[in-house]
């Protein structure tokens, strides 16, 4: 992760994500790499980027720098 320096300010904005599947159901064991891809694919065409991404069996947990 990198500091966004500016005229008087430096600043490092990160987002912590957790997505949760309803129920917590055990869904991701079948989709969670379709899901990483897509959420993969968003990055690359947006100005994000992924610092670290993990699926469990009933949650997604990522974490993004701007």
């Not at 129920?23 to 980027?49: N, W």
Request: charged residues 30%; proline residues 0%.
């Amino acid at each position: 992760m990198q500091y966004a320096t500016k005229n008087r300010s430096k600043c490092l904005l990160a987002y912590h994500l957790i997505f949760v599947v309803k129920y917590r159901q055990k869904l991701l064991l079948q989709y969670g790499e379709f899901v990483k891809r897509c959420v993969l694919d968003i990055a690359q065409d947006s100005d994000f980027t992924i610092c670290e991404m993990e699926v469990d069996k009933d949650h997604i947990h990522i974490i993004v720098d701007e």
